[in-house]
């Protein structure tokens, strides 16, 4: 069975801390990458959609399916988030 987004999912909790507390250059007017947990327990990552920049350099094995974004956030938000992932 194939993987596929719930769209009735609501933002549960926020992984890591807010964009504000962990750079001092984000405040309510600026947009800046987010991780959240979603009430499914899905993930919802809010960052730079590089799809096109990366589709034709992707490694062998990988690929984007139909609907799918390559979506960059900068390495800091997974480091605030890690506390909030549980391990495999």
């Known amino acids: 069975m194939v993987w596929q987004a719930d769209p009735s999912a609501l933002f549960d909790r926020r992984l890591g801390v807010s964009p504000q507390e962990r750079d001092p250059d984000c405040d309510d007017n600026k947009t800046c990458p987010d991780m959240w947990r979603l009430s499914n327990g899905d993930v919802a990552v809010i960052g730079q959609d590089l799809t ?37």
């Not at 139909?66 to 979506?71: A, C, K, P, S």
């Open 52 to 88: 096109e920049t990366y589709e034709t350099r992707l490694p062998e094995g990988v690929a984007l399916g139909t609907g799918e974004r390559l979506v960059v956030i900068p390495g800091n938000v997974l480091s605030h988030a890690k506390k909030d992932i549980p391990d495999a």
